[in-house]
C-alpha cells in the first residue's frame, strides 16, 4: 500500500505492507520520502505523477490519503491507484463526541488512529506543524482538541506583518534577552512557541487527567528528542510519523 500524508506545507509518502504489522509500533515504511505540498494545479499533477510512479515501482494496487488541502485530496484520489481517504468517513477504531466530523482535518483522525493502534486509550497527541493541534482521546473516545499556529507560521507571518522585522526560522535559543533584533526574533519565536506548547499540554492534562502524551510533526523537534528532551518533557512519546502510521492503519481497515 502507497501511504500519502499531505499537510499544509509538506507532503509525506512511503509504501508499508499491512501484513507486515498489526499496530503502530510495528509498523515499518519503504521508500518514504518527503515533498513540497504544491499549490498549483500543475504541481499537484507532478504530485501525482510522482506518486504514481512510485506505486508502479512497488507494484502497489492500493493507497491511503490522509490530506488537509481539498485539492490536494481530489486529484490523488482520481491519479493514485486504488485510492481511498483515511479521515473521519473511514472505519474508525474509535468513537467521538466532535460536533462536526467532517469539518476535522484528516490528519487528526490519523493521530487518533495511531493512538489506538499503540493500545491508547488515554492519549494527547501533540502534532506539530504549520498549524499544532492538540488531540484529545477519553477512554478511547476522541473528545476534541485545540488548534493554534505553529511557531514557524507565526514566525513568517510576524516578519511578514511588522514593518521593520523580517521572517526568520525558530530555533532552541536560551532564555536570556538577545542583543540584536535577528537574535531576539528567533529565540522569542522559539521560547514563545514550546513554552506555549508545554504550557497548553500541562493545562490539557490538569483538565482532562492522566493522558499519555505523543508528539509528532515537523515541527516537533522544537521540543528536542528522546536523547536531549526540552526540560520536562522526558517522559513524553516522540514519533516523526506518527499521522502516517495513522493513515496506514485506516487505509487497511477501509480495504478489509
Given at each position: 500500500?502507497?501511504?500519502?500524508?499531505?499537510?499544509?506545507?509538506?507532503?509525506?509518502?512511503?509504501?508499508?505492507?499491512?501484513?507486515?504489522?498489526?499496530?503502530?509500533?510495528?509498523?515499518?515504511?519503504?521508500?518514504?520520502?518527503?515533498?513540497?505540498?504544491?499549490?498549483?494545479?500543475?504541481?499537484?499533477?507532478?504530485?501525482?505523477d510522482g506518486l504514481a510512479?512510485?506505486?508502479?515501482?512497488?507494484?502497489?494496487?492500493?493507497?491511503?490519503?490522509?490530506?488537509?488541502?481539498?485539492?490536494?485530496?481530489?486529484?490523488?484520489?482520481?491519479?493514485?491507484?486504488?485510492?481511498?481517504?483515511?479521515?473521519?468517513?473511514?472505519?474508525?477504531?474509535?468513537?467521538?463526541?466532535?460536533?462536526?466530523?467532517?469539518?476535522?482535518?484528516?490528519?487528526?483522525?490519523?493521530?487518533?488512529?495511531?493512538?489506538?493502534?499503540?493500545?491508547?486509550?488515554?492519549?494527547?497527541?501533540?502534532?506539530?506543524?504549520?498549524?499544532?493541534?492538540?488531540?484529545?482521546?477519553?477512554?478511547g473516545v476522541f473528545v476534541?482538541?485545540?488548534?493554534?499556529?505553529?511557531?514557524?507560521?507565526?514566525?513568517?507571518?510576524?516578519?511578514?506583518?511588522?514593518?521593520?522585522?523580517?521572517?526568520?526560522?525558530?530555533?532552541?535559543?536560551?532564555?536570556?534577552?538577545?542583543?540584536?533584533?535577528?537574535?531576539?526574533?528567533?529565540?522569542?519565536?522559539?521560547?514563545?512557541?514550546?513554552?506555549?506548547?508545554?504550557?497548553?499540554?500541562?493545562?490539557?492534562?490538569?483538565?482532562?487527567?492522566?493522558?499519555?502524551?505523543?508528539?509528532?510533526?515537523?515541527?516537533?523537534?522544537?521540543?528536542?528528542?528522546?536523547?536531549?528532551?526540552?526540560?520536562?518533557?522526558?517522559?513524553?512519546?516522540?514519533?516523526?510519523?506518527?499521522?502516517?502510521?495513522?493513515?496506514?492503519?485506516?487505509?487497511?481497515?477501509?480495504?478489509?
Open positions: 500500500m502507497l501511504v500519502v500524508d499531505v499537510g499544509n506545507t509538506r507532503t509525506s509518502a512511503a509504501v508499508w505492507s499491512p501484513a507486515d504489522a498489526t499496530g503502530t509500533d510495528g509498523i515499518r515504511f519503504a521508500e518514504l520520502v518527503h515533498l513540497p505540498t504544491p499549490r498549483d494545479g500543475d504541481g499537484r499533477a507532478r504530485l501525482c510512479a512510485l506505486a508502479r515501482r512497488h507494484d502497489l494496487r492500493r493507497a491511503a490519503v490522509a490530506s488537509v488541502v481539498p485539492e490536494v485530496t481530489a486529484v490523488l484520489l482520481a491519479g493514485l491507484p486504488g485510492a481511498v481517504a483515511a479521515d473521519h468517513a473511514s472505519p474508525l477504531p474509535f468513537a467521538t463526541a466532535l460536533a462536526e466530523p467532517a469539518a476535522t482535518g484528516a490528519d487528526r483522525f490519523c493521530d487518533m488512529a495511531a493512538a489506538v493502534g499503540a493500545g491508547l486509550r488515554d492519549a494527547l497527541v501533540v502534532d506539530m506543524g504549520t498549524a499544532t493541534t492538540f488531540n484529545v482521546l477519553v477512554g476534541g482538541g485545540l488548534i493554534a499556529p505553529g511557531a514557524g507560521l507565526a514566525a513568517r507571518a510576524l516578519g511578514e506583518r511588522a514593518s521593520r522585522l523580517h521572517p526568520v526560522v525558530p530555533a532552541p535559543a536560551p532564555a536570556e534577552a538577545q542583543p540584536d533584533t535577528h537574535g531576539a526574533l528567533v529565540a522569542g519565536c522559539y521560547l514563545v512557541g514550546v513554552h506555549g506548547v508545554v504550557g497548553t499540554i500541562g493545562a490539557l492534562l490538569d483538565r482532562h487527567g492522566a493522558l499519555t502524551v505523543v508528539l509528532t510533526g515537523g515541527q516537533s523537534g522544537l521540543l528536542g528528542d528522546e536523547a536531549a528532551p526540552f526540560p520536562g518533557t522526558g517522559r513524553w512519546r516522540r514519533d516523526p510519523l506518527w499521522t502516517l502510521k495513522g493513515a496506514a492503519l485506516l487505509g487497511a481497515a477501509a480495504g478489509r
